[in-house]
């Protein structure tokens, strides 16, 4: 390895800042909030690194990137290899360098953070996949001999990629089945174009073709073939399908026009564009006055939409406070920068509507106060009597979660299924109770986060590996 | 890429059949399910219901009337052109089970829809009656595919062009009338003649199958665009349906939500007709 440092003794670097279009500005565009790091302030960044002998932050990435080693050729301006060590665990730099949430995996560990602010490892991760894609010579990292074995992956979301990238550079013929008509799955549906330009998700799939592995895109498997057929023709079957059906705040007035789930909503602007009407053919309600329910990430990114969309006024009504937030505190910050305004402690109980238009025209909410602590150790909402609120919205997205897609699962006999429909896998290796068929992500966990779902990749990935080299 | 082989314009136009290339969908296809389209890469993604396919030479049939921007994209594509992309088959399929005698009902370009279903009934071993119905003559559709696939074929036109001059609710319910031992309904068309067919086979105590077209944007299950209220409950019609019971649907709720984007879909039309129009378009025809 290289070099053992000391804690520098020189003047103390502070941790750089990436330069971002201000919120007054940015907030009537969809380009992305922070522009990334100049060569120069990368290599400033990563000599902050003190190459720990025994890096912490690498137990706290779920894909375990080689984080020191990267950050060492980047502080050596060997850029090309500070990719290569990231892509040896890595397939999706460009992604997660952007919507990891760091401060609580590899960052949250660094031992700089101590006293410090820790080393800025998503943003190298991203000056890394960036500059390789914008200024890199066309490589690839070495790729094991062909072993003859055939796998499919259903879905091309975080997991799916992942055990792709895995599985191909390990020498394995792999095709990729995506139900919609670009591969990316929630990265290029979900994750809107500021925080996660399309064109990336595009570059990472690309990659994993220059690699060699095939992409089918408008195969719903499970209704174009399932997976007992797939089975026939693969050795080994992988379902990162991801979560699916929205959730609904089941309250009256639903049904009126202008509310959406925040699938709906995002995947109208995301995947096709319809930010771009009438350029685009994909309409949206661009609604004047817009709230979002709920207070993940998914919120966060659909009240910044809104903004974006031409929004004056844009809402998050959250039933809790905002301590309770479980979206990332970026996220957050980056919303009320932008202007996004929060009622917190407040609960939806219908939405009004004009029934000659349909349109929606507002909602009722109910104060509410913490009272003690629930089974989640967060303190619950309890409702306030006689406190009952009006306010005036267009628009309405409803982000609290999604459930189990059927249709996949129901078409395929011998799977295990839990209580909310999820499949039933093993959390160490991915393998569900059919045989030949491993599975991960939003499909066996439920919605959490792309880097949960990349883990849950890599591991069955692992597993999948031994199975088809050892046969177990 | 889907390319389409063969294509046909039926109403005076208005009404456009297209047999398209797509192997994996025509080996699975089943009546009652249907496919996503999108023409080209700015192009929305828009759900029709599959009028027919053969597996053996890897097509399937389209049938849609031209009603707003995308269906008038459609309508430029030609033989050996192609949807960017096709999608299915998605929903469920019908159930075709023998129960003695059935009564389909299609209205414009319902009554695509229903032939496979008609068909279905009828290879089944029913006795299948059928009334289809339009405006007027010339805005009737395969009655020829729509006779050979009935025991008993009833046409109704509005303007009294053809057939019976009337909605095909007056033959549903002479039909009810003369045959009470029908078992099962099955009502295929715009939104308020399947509602008011329900009416008609609720008096009766009937069986009613309708095949819904809410607004969809994924088409499985992802979105949520496509909820509908069926009894009450709310349900996705891309993955619940696109057939329910029609006793239990809420038409008005279906209704309302399928104009959302009523203004919206006359901008998108009036600039495609302007660009069509005047040769700035890059549609290709």
């Known amino acids: 390895m290289s070099e053992e440092v000391k804690a520098p003794k020189k003047e103390k670097i502070p941790r750089q800042k990436m330069p971002e279009q201000p919120a007054n500005v940015r907030r009537h565009n969809f380009e992305e909030v922070p522009n990334g790091y100049t060569p120069e302030l990368a290599m400033k960044e990563a000599e902050r690194c003190i190459q720990c002998k025994d890096p912490r932050c690498r137990q706290g990435c779920p894909v375990e990137v080689e984080i020191p080693a990267f950050i060492a050729k980047i502080k050596e301006g060997d850029f090309e290899g500070a990719i290569r060590k990231i892509w040896e665990k890595n397939a999706l730099p460009a992604v997660c360098g952007r919507v990891c949430p760091q401060e609580v995996q590899c960052e949250g560990m660094c031992i700089m953070g101590k006293k410090d602010a820790p080393v800025a490892i998503g943003n190298l991760e991203r000056f890394a996949a960036d500059q390789q894609r914008k200024h890199g010579r066309d490589i690839l990292p070495p790729k094991a001999a062909p072993t003859g074995k055939k796998v499919a992956v259903v879905g091309s979301g975080p997991s799916g990629l992942t055990v792709a990238g895995d599985l191909i550079l390990k020498g394995h013929d792999v095709t990729v089945f995506e139900a919609l008509h670009l591969p990316g799955g929630v990265l290029i549906y979900g994750i809107p174009e500021f925080r996660l330009p399309k064109e990336i998700v595009a570059s990472e799939c690309h990659y994993l073709e220059r690699l060699g592995g095939k992409i089918e895109v408008n195969s719903v498997i499970g209704r174009s073939e399932t997976v007992d057929e797939l089975l026939e023709h693969f050795d080994v079957v992988y379902l990162g399908v991801g979560a699916g059906l929205p959730v609904f705040l089941k309250i009256p007035g639903e049904h009126f026009i202008g509310v959406y789930s925040a699938n709906e909503y995002l995947t109208r602007s995301n995947l096709m564009k319809a930010y771009d009407f009438p350029n685009y053919d994909t309409p949206i309600v661009k609604g004047k006055n817009v709230a979002t329910f709920g207070g993940g990430n998914v919120a966060m990114d659909s009240a910044r939409t809104a903004l974006r969309l031409g929004a004056e006024h844009s809402y998050i009504i959250y039933r809790r406070s905002r301590d309770e937030l479980p979206a990332r505190g970026a996220e957050v910050h980056h919303a009320e920068e932008e202007g996004v305004e929060f009622l917190f402690l407040s609960n939806p109980l219908r939405f009004l509507g004009d029934d000659a238009t349909g349109r929606l025209t507002g909602v009722e909410c109910l104060k509410m106060e913490l009272g003690e602590p629930d089974a989640s150790g967060r303190r619950r909402p309890v409702p306030i009597p006689g406190s009952e609120f009006q306010v005036k919205i267009d628009t309405a997205v409803i982000a609290i979660g999604a459930g189990s897609n059927p249709l996949l699962t129901k078409s395929t006999p011998g799977l295990d299924l839990n209580k909310w429909g999820y499949i039933v896998a093993d959390p160490k290796t991915g393998k569900t109770m059919k045989p030949r068929v491993w599975a991960g992500g939003d499909i066996v966990t439920g919605s959490a986060t792309v880097i949960l779902a990349m883990g849950a990749g890599r591991l069955a990935s692992n597993s999948i590996h031994d199975y088809l080299t050892m046969g177990w | ?285």
């Open chain 2, 1 to 285: 890429m889907f390319e389409i082989v063969e294509r046909q314009e039926m109403a005076q136009g208005t009404i456009i059949s297209n047999w398209i290339k797509a192997p994996k969908i025509a080996a699975k296809a089943k009546p009652g399910q249907f496919v996503i389209l999108r023409a080209n890469d700015k192009g929305e993604r828009i759900p029709l219901t599959m009028a027919d396919s053969d597996p053996a030479k890897g097509l399937i049939n389209i049938i849609y009337m031209v009603v707003g921007k995308s269906t008038a994209l459609f309508k430029t594509l030609q033989v050996g052109q192609f949807y960017q992309d096709v999608i299915g088959p998605l929903g469920q399929p019908t159930h075709l089970d023998k129960v003695g005698k059935v009564i389909c009902v299609g209205g414009g370009t319902g009554i695509a829809v229903m032939h496979p279903i008609a068909r279905g009934l009828k290879q089944a071993g029913n006795f299948v009656y059928s009334v289809i119905g339009s405006r007027s003559k010339d805005l009737l559709i395969m009655e020829e595919r729509m006779k050979a696939a009935s025991d008993e074929l009833m046409i109704c036109t509005d303007d009294g062009t053809y057939g019976h001059h009337g909605f095909v609710t007056d033959k549903l319910r002479e039909t009810l009338e003369k045959h009470k031992d029908i078992a099962l309904a099955v009502c295929i068309g715009p939104v308020p003649m399947m509602k008011f067919c329900c009416k008609v086979t609720k008096e009766f105590g009937v069986k009613t199958l309708v095949s819904l077209n809410p607004i969809m944007v994924d088409g499985t299950g992802m979105c949520g665009c496509c909820r509908v209220k069926i009894g009450g409950q709310m349900k996705f019609a891309c993955v619940d349906g696109p057939e329910f019971d029609g006793h239990q649907v809420d038409w008005d709720e279906l209704n309302l939500r399928l104009r959302s984007y009523l203004v919206e879909e006359k901008v998108s039309y009036d600039q495609f007709k302007a660009g069509h129009g005047s040769g700035k378009c890059s549609c290709g025809s």
